[in-house]
């Protein structure tokens, strides 16, 4: 049976508290053009459902502003609302205002100790997932991944399976001996239809969603005072406050095996 030899981490609303800060700088890029847009948080976490700020955006606006859609001033519209979304929103970043996520360090420092291959699978760019991490982690954060995959090394986004199996190719790994970190439904089903055991540590935005497939649904990794919250996990397989190494050991375990009693 394979053993876990790689974790590979979603970023936004897994690794740091980013979906706030992104909703925040949208809001703030509709006032700058002076458009009475305010995006609530229900509104945000429906948005979650679909990857990518620029995706998102076009959405919302064929739901509730399809004429801007329209013409030629479509594209200079998303163009200019979104890059000011993205200029805000790092703006945000370097005022130090982005914590991380409940043990997220710990299990860095865990994994890196234990000689755990680790990868970040997101669809963010390259360049912001790294500063994000430069900036809520460790500025030599980026270097510490072995394979580092963002917007531009996936053909296709969340849900669709491409950019894990492209993690799990870079690391050299099957999928089975990998582990993703996701928050969202569509982050889970892009793990799942790649075949990477997945756990899903869930936001405000996201609980509640489908997070089918997915080995075990938590709160957060947790942090001494400070206990996660099991929502779903195979019995005793998250033993103590924390979700640390050793019980994402145990929980990749009970993935397979689960997966391969269902192929007899």
Avoid at 143 to 152: C, D, N, P, S
């Amino acid at each position: 049976m394979p053993t876990l030899k790689a974790i590979i981490f979603d970023l936004d609303g897994t690794i740091a508290e980013t979906e706030e800060a992104h909703r925040e700088a949208f809001n703030r890029a509709f006032a700058a053009e002076g458009m009475d847009w305010r995006w609530d948080a229900a509104t945000w976490s429906g948005l979650l459902e679909i990857a990518g700020g620029r995706n998102r955006l076009t959405a919302w606006l064929a739901d509730h502003r399809p004429e801007l859609l329209k013409g030629e001033q479509a594209t200079s519209l998303l163009d200019r609302l979104h890059g000011a979304k993205d200029r805000l929103y790092r703006d945000i970043l370097e005022a130090g205002e982005i914590p991380l996520r409940p043990g997220i360090r710990t299990l860095v420092a865990e994994a890196r100790a234990a000689r755990l291959r680790i990868a970040i699978a997101t669809t963010s760019r390259r360049a912001i997932a790294r500063r994000v991490l430069e900036c809520c982690l460790d500025p030599q954060a980026p270097e510490w991944f072995h394979a580092f995959l963002g917007h531009e090394d996936a053909t296709y986004r969340k849900p669709h399976p491409d950019i894990y199996r492209r993690a799990a190719a870079r690391l050299r790994l099957a999928p089975e001996e990998c582990l993703a970190l996701e928050d969202s439904a569509i982050g889970v089903a892009a793990a799942v239809g790649a075949g990477v055991p997945v756990v899903a540590t869930v936001t405000p935005y996201s609980e509640g969603h489908d997070f089918a497939g997915a080995v075990a649904v938590l709160s957060d990794l947790g942090e001494p005072g400070a206990p996660c919250r099991v929502i779903a996990a195979p019995p005793r397989s998250v033993g103590g406050p924390r979700c640390d190494l050793a019980a994402l050991r145990r929980l990749h375990r009970a993935a397979v095996k689960a997966r391969r009693a269902q192929r007899l």
